[in-house]
């Protein structure tokens, strides 16, 4: 650090409350604190199952209604939120693909709020293969497992980021 | 005010004890909430509250003293870096040095970089693994940054090396601790050096 430090720019130590209680000693381990969390974790992964199922019915909902005309960016904000829920969620609930998908989604869906023109054929896509992606068969599936599924989707989302209006490349 | 110098010289194997210690985790989404209220359980934390907005982050934050704030950086309305802006911003408020670690989607260099200028601590890119999360936690409990205030910026001093996360992490298999010997000879001194220098370039020019 450099020895003269300007008037009006104050630097001080900090040692916060966190800092000295998470320093004590007796602690859970570890190796077992990361066990425990996975044990944790684990005990969700049927209800999430149920609610990404919920979640994916609601995003149908939501397409519907911008389908049926009703597009405006309240709804697409709509379907951005749940299918972030979703791709926040998805792999650490044993769901990797389901994930994939929806940070795909979640790109396509920005580069529309960044002005690209809202394709309604290539967000269904993405919904019918979060649907696919959630079922018992495609668990613990990751998505180099299946590079048809993932290069196609790939393909709509570098097409929607060169329709961004502006955009050189 | 200097703070001790606690910091283990590895963080490989150590360990947290968040007991007694309230966190605040900070998610619009309710299962999100619910994974990272699991990890911290199993973590070894008792006092673990939530909010799924930045209203519920700044009442929380008046109601009681919160040791540590996890918070999405997309957090509603606004999101999670304006949270952490009004926090450290705020002269008034006893919370403006509170450790905040910063959840994203992204790990774009921009974001991680808009999470530092807003005064994060950390950032952990989501979706996480409870590895993950316990390395962040411990990174911040033995973190010696100090603090800087100006007029521009409030929070943890930017200017820091990453030398790698605890455990490990984000570290290449092959790299070993570098062991260095106590020095068994004086210094060179600035004649000596220079001398040295000399004979190098006459070397140089022959």
């Given at each position: 650090?450099?020895?003269?430090t300007?008037?009006?720019v104050?630097?001080?130590?900090?040692?916060t409350r966190?800092?000295?209680l998470a320093?004590r000693?007796?602690g859970?381990p570890?190796?077992?604190?990361?066990?425990?969390?996975?044990?944790?974790?684990?005990?969700?992964?049927?209800?999430f199952?149920?609610?990404?199922e919920?979640?994916l019915?609601e995003l149908?909902?939501?397409l519907r209604?911008?389908?049926?005309?009703q597009?405006?960016?309240?709804?697409?904000?709509?379907?951005?939120?749940?299918?972030?829920?979703?791709?926040?969620t998805?792999?650490?609930m044993?769901?990797?693909?389901?994930?994939f998908v929806?940070?795909?989604?979640c790109?396509v869906?920005?580069?529309?709020q960044?002005?690209?023109?809202?394709?309604?054929?290539?967000?269904?896509?993405?919904?019918d293969?979060?649907?696919l992606?959630?079922?018992?068969?495609?668990?613990n599936i990751?998505?180099?497992?299946?590079?048809e599924?993932?290069?196609?989707?790939?393909r709509?989302l570098e097409r929607?980021?060169?329709?961004?209006?502006?955009?050189?490349? | 005010?200097?703070v001790?110098?606690?910091?283990?010289k590895?963080?490989?194997?150590?360990?947290?004890n968040?007991r007694?210690?309230?966190?605040?985790?900070?998610d619009?989404g309710?299962?999100?909430r619910?994974v990272?209220?699991?990890?911290?359980r199993?973590?070894?934390?008792?006092?673990?509250?939530?909010?799924g907005?930045?209203a519920?982050?700044?009442?929380?934050l008046?109601?009681?003293k919160?040791?540590i704030?996890?918070?999405?950086?997309?957090?509603?309305?606004?999101?999670g870096?304006?949270?952490?802006q009004?926090i450290?911003?705020?002269?008034?408020?006893?919370?403006r040095?509170l450790?905040?670690l910063?959840?994203?989607?992204?790990?774009?260099?921009?974001t991680?970089k808009?999470?530092?200028?807003a005064?994060?601590n950390m950032?952990?890119?989501?979706?996480?693994?409870?590895?993950?999360l316990?390395d962040?936690?411990?990174?911040?409990a033995f973190d010696?940054?100090?603090?800087?205030?100006?007029?521009?910026?409030?929070?943890?001093?930017r200017r820091?090396?990453?030398?790698?996360?605890?455990?490990g992490?984000g570290?290449?298999a092959s790299?070993?601790?570098i062991?260095v010997?106590?020095?068994?000879?004086?210094n060179?001194?600035q004649?000596?050096i220079?001398?040295?220098?000399q004979?190098a370039r006459a070397?140089?020019s022959?």
């Amino acid at each position: 650090m450099s020895a003269k430090t300007p008037p009006n720019v104050r630097i001080f130590a900090v040692k916060t409350r966190f800092q000295e209680l998470a320093q004590r000693p007796g602690g859970v381990p570890r190796d077992i604190a990361i066990q425990q969390a996975e044990t944790g974790i684990e005990v969700h992964k049927a209800d999430f199952v149920d609610w990404a199922e919920h979640e994916l019915q609601e995003l149908s909902r939501a397409l519907r209604s911008v389908v049926a005309g009703q597009a405006d960016k309240v709804r697409i904000d709509e379907i951005y939120d749940r299918c972030r829920q979703l791709r926040d969620t998805g792999t650490t609930m044993g769901l990797p693909l389901l994930t994939f998908v929806a940070d795909n989604l979640c790109r396509v869906l920005e580069a529309v709020q960044n002005g690209a023109p809202y394709d309604a054929e290539v967000v269904e896509c993405h919904i019918d293969a979060l649907f696919l992606a959630k079922r018992h068969t495609y668990r613990n599936i990751h998505p180099d497992q299946v590079p048809e599924m993932t290069s196609g989707l790939h393909r709509m989302l570098e097409r929607a980021n060169r329709s961004i209006p502006g955009r050189s490349d | 005010m200097q703070v001790a110098d606690h910091k283990p010289k590895s963080l490989k194997n150590v360990s947290v004890n968040l007991r007694d210690l309230t966190i605040l985790i900070a998610d619009s989404g309710p299962f999100m909430r619910r994974v990272v209220y699991s990890m911290l359980r199993g973590f070894g934390a008792n006092r673990i509250l939530e909010a799924g907005d930045a209203a519920g982050v700044l009442s929380a934050l008046m109601q009681q003293k919160i040791d540590i704030l996890i918070l999405d950086a997309k957090l509603p309305p606004q999101d999670g870096l304006a949270v952490t802006q009004a926090i450290r911003r705020n002269t008034d408020n006893e919370n403006r040095t509170l450790p905040i670690l910063i959840m994203t989607s992204d790990a774009h260099q921009s974001t991680v970089k808009d999470a530092r200028d807003a005064g994060a601590n950390m950032v952990v890119v989501k979706p996480m693994s409870p590895t993950t999360l316990y390395d962040r936690l411990v990174w911040i409990a033995f973190d010696r940054r100090q603090f800087i205030d100006c007029p521009t910026y409030f929070g943890p001093d930017r200017r820091f090396k990453i030398e790698g996360y605890p455990t490990g992490v984000g570290r290449r298999a092959s790299d070993k601790t570098i062991e260095v010997a106590e020095a068994t000879e004086p210094n060179l001194e600035q004649d000596d050096i220079d001398s040295l220098f000399q004979a190098a370039r006459a070397g140089q020019s022959e």
